[in-house]
C-alpha cells in the first residue's frame, strides 16, 4: 500500500488528501506487540509514517470497585496496574490519545512550540506542492522541446523524405498511458540487461507466466522484484498469488520497446529529438528505419537488434547499408543488444558486406574495428 500511495499528505487546512495512515489498537500485556509493530514501521515502511494509537479496547475489570468524578470520566486510579493488567500500557495509550486530540486543536490548548511546529509542518507541505507543480512544468517543457518531433522530419523532408507513420504506442510493452514518472522508471531499469532479458521471457510466457519461469539469466529473487514493480505500474497483471500475465497482450516481439528505449535515451541522456519504428514511403529497402534522431542539427539513424548475433542474417546487414545510402545520415549505427561476442558473427557479416560493396582498385577496405571495450547497453559493431 505505502509502494502505491506514499506518506500521508495533509492540505493548508490539515485535511488528509492522500497517503498511508495506520492505525494500531494497544493490547493489554503486550499482545499487540507494540513496539516490535512501531519499529517494523520505521525501518521497513517509512520513518514518516503517520500512526493513530487506539485505545478501544477497555475490558470493565472490576468496573464496580472505582469511584468516577462528577462528569461520569474515570478518575486516574484507573489507570493504576495493580487495578489493570499491565495498566501502563492503557496509561500510555490514554495520553497519547490525549496529544493527538490536542495537535488537531488549531487553537486550545496547545503549548507555542506545539502551534509553530504546526505552523512549520503546513509551510513544509505547501513547499512541497509548489515543488511539485515546478516539476510538472519542468517536464512539460521537455516533452514541448524533446517530444516535437519536427526537426527530425524537417531534416528528412530536406533529403525529400516524408514521414509516413511514426511511434507507435500500441506495439510496446507497456500501457502508454501509465503516469510518466512509470514510464520514466521503466526507462531506467531498461539499462540493466537482466531485465531486458527478463521481459523477453515475459513476452514468451505473457498470458501466464510464473517468477521461476523467468530465472533464466537472474536470480528468483531479483525476478520477484521486477515483478512486483512491473505489477505496482500497472505493466504486468497478477494472475493468481504467484502468476502474472502482461497488461498489453499480444506481444509479438521486444522489437518495439527496444527501439523506444534507444529513442528515449536520445531524448533523455542527449537532448535530442527522436523517432522510432519510423515508415518512409518510396525507398527502395523498404522505408523502415528503426531510430531515427536529429543530434546538434545532425541526423543519425540506428538500426536496431534484439536478437543474439546467431539471428543476424547476411541479408540484414546488406538492408542496413541500403538504408544508409538511401538516407545519407551524418552517423549510423547497428545496435546489437548482447553481452555476447561479435567477432565470430557480427564482425564477419560487415566485413563481408564491406568488400562487396569496395572498389579494390580505387578505395580502401575499411577494417571493422571496436570502439567501445566496455558497455552496459549494447555491443556496437563499427567501422572507420
Given at each position: 500500500?505505502?509502494?502505491?500511495?506514499?506518506?500521508?499528505?495533509?492540505?493548508?487546512?490539515?485535511?488528509?488528501?492522500?497517503?498511508?495512515?495506520?492505525?494500531?489498537?494497544?493490547?493489554?500485556?503486550?499482545?499487540?506487540?507494540?513496539?516490535?509493530?512501531?519499529?517494523?514501521?520505521?525501518?521497513?515502511?517509512?520513518?514518516?509514517?503517520?500512526?493513530?494509537?487506539?485505545?478501544?479496547?477497555?475490558?470493565?475489570?472490576?468496573?464496580?470497585?472505582?469511584?468516577?468524578?462528577?462528569?461520569?470520566?474515570?478518575?486516574?486510579?484507573?489507570?493504576?496496574?495493580?487495578?489493570?493488567?499491565?495498566?501502563?500500557?492503557?496509561?500510555?495509550?490514554?495520553?497519547?490519545?490525549?496529544?493527538?486530540?490536542?495537535?488537531?486543536?488549531?487553537?486550545?490548548?496547545?503549548?507555542?512550540?506545539s502551534i509553530k511546529l504546526h505552523k512549520l509542518l503546513l509551510e513544509i507541505e505547501s513547499l512541497k506542492r509548489q515543488l511539485r507543480c515546478l516539476?510538472?512544468?519542468?517536464?512539460?517543457?521537455?516533452?514541448?522541446?524533446?517530444?516535437?518531433?519536427?526537426?527530425?522530419?524537417?531534416?528528412?523532408?530536406?533529403?525529400?523524405?516524408?514521414?509516413?507513420?511514426?511511434?507507435?504506442?500500441?506495439?510496446?510493452?507497456?500501457?502508454?498511458?501509465?503516469?510518466?514518472?512509470?514510464?520514466?522508471?521503466?526507462?531506467?531499469?531498461?539499462?540493466?540487461?537482466?531485465?531486458?532479458?527478463?521481459?523477453?521471457?515475459?513476452?514468451?510466457?505473457?498470458?501466464?507466466?510464473?517468477?521461476?519461469?523467468?530465472?533464466?539469466?537472474?536470480?528468483?529473487?531479483?525476478?520477484?522484484?521486477?515483478?512486483?514493480?512491473?505489477?505496482?505500474?500497472?505493466?504486468?497483471?497478477?494472475?493468481?498469488?504467484?502468476?502474472?500475465?502482461?497488461?498489453?497482450?499480444?506481444?509479438?516481439?521486444?522489437?518495439?520497446?527496444?527501439?523506444?528505449?534507444?529513442?528515449?535515451?536520445?531524448?533523455?541522456?542527449?537532448?535530442?529529438?527522436?523517432?522510432?519504428?519510423?515508415?518512409?514511403?518510396?525507398?527502395?529497402?523498404?522505408?523502415?528505419?528503426?531510430?531515427?534522431?536529429?543530434?546538434?542539427?545532425?541526423?543519425?539513424?540506428?538500426?536496431?537488434?534484439?536478437?543474439?548475433?546467431?539471428?543476424?542474417?547476411?541479408?540484414?546487414?546488406?538492408?542496413?547499408?541500403?538504408?544508409?545510402?538511401?538516407?545519407?545520415?551524418?552517423?549510423?549505427?547497428?545496435?546489437?543488444?548482447?553481452?555476447?561476442?561479435?567477432?565470430?558473427?557480427?564482425?564477419?557479416?560487415?566485413?563481408?558486406?564491406?568488400?562487396?560493396?569496395?572498389?579494390?582498385?580505387?578505395?580502401?577496405?575499411?577494417?571493422?574495428?571496436?570502439?567501445?571495450?566496455?558497455?552496459?547497453?549494447?555491443?556496437?559493431?563499427?567501422?572507420?
Amino acid at each position: 500500500m505505502h509502494r502505491q500511495v506514499g506518506d500521508l499528505k495533509i492540505d493548508s487546512r490539515g485535511i488528509a488528501e492522500r497517503g498511508l495512515l495506520i492505525r494500531h489498537l494497544v493490547m493489554p500485556s503486550g499482545v499487540a506487540s507494540s513496539e516490535s509493530v512501531l519499529k517494523f514501521i520505521a525501518e521497513e515502511i517509512s520513518v514518516d509514517s503517520y500512526v493513530n494509537i487506539m485505545q478501544q479496547y477497555r475490558p470493565e475489570y472490576e468496573a464496580d470497585q472505582h469511584r468516577r468524578s462528577t462528569d461520569g470520566s474515570p478518575t486516574r486510579s484507573m489507570w493504576k496496574p495493580s487495578s489493570w493488567p499491565n495498566g501502563s500500557i492503557f496509561t500510555a495509550a490514554s495520553n497519547l490519545d490525549r496529544v493527538v486530540q490536542e495537535t488537531r486543536d488549531p487553537v486550545g490548548t496547545r503549548s507555542t512550540q506545539s502551534i509553530k511546529l504546526h505552523k512549520l509542518l503546513l509551510e513544509i507541505e505547501s513547499l512541497k506542492r509548489q515543488l511539485r507543480c515546478l516539476s510538472r512544468e519542468i517536464e512539460s517543457i521537455k516533452a514541448v522541446l524533446f517530444e516535437d518531433p519536427s526537426p527530425v522530419e524537417k531534416v528528412l523532408k530536406m533529403r525529400g523524405m516524408e514521414v509516413f507513420q511514426k511511434n507507435p504506442t500500441d506495439q510496446l510493452f507497456f500501457p502508454f498511458d501509465i503516469p510518466a514518472v512509470y514510464r520514466t522508471k521503466f526507462y531506467e531499469m531498461l539499462k540493466k540487461y537482466s531485465f531486458r532479458l527478463v521481459l523477453r521471457d515475459m513476452i514468451k510466457r505473457q498470458d501466464r507466466f510464473h517468477v521461476q519461469d523467468l530465472t533464466h539469466y537472474c536470480t528468483p529473487k531479483v525476478a520477484r522484484k521486477y515483478c512486483e514493480l512491473l505489477s505496482d505500474m500497472g505493466i504486468i497483471v497478477r494472475n493468481g498469488r504467484e502468476s502474472f500475465r502482461t497488461a498489453i497482450s499480444p506481444l509479438y516481439s521486444f522489437g518495439p520497446t527496444l527501439e523506444w528505449f534507444v529513442a528515449e535515451m536520445f531524448k533523455r541522456a542527449f537532448a535530442s529529438p527522436a523517432l522510432y519504428c519510423v515508415t518512409v514511403k518510396g525507398t527502395p529497402s523498404g522505408g523502415d528505419y528503426d531510430v531515427i534522431a536529429s543530434w546538434n542539427r545532425r541526423l543519425v539513424y540506428v538500426e536496431v537488434k534484439s536478437s543474439p548475433p546467431k539471428g543476424v542474417e547476411q541479408s540484414e546487414v546488406t538492408t542496413f547499408f541500403s538504408r544508409i545510402e538511401e538516407l545519407q545520415p551524418d552517423v549510423a549505427i547497428l545496435f546489437e543488444d548482447t553481452q555476447l561476442r561479435m567477432k565470430d558473427k557480427l564482425v564477419v557479416l560487415f566485413e563481408e558486406e564491406l568488400k562487396k560493396r569496395s572498389d579494390e582498385e580505387s578505395a580502401p577496405l575499411y577494417a571493422v574495428e571496436r570502439l567501445v571495450m566496455k558497455s552496459s547497453i549494447s555491443g556496437i559493431a563499427s567501422f572507420s
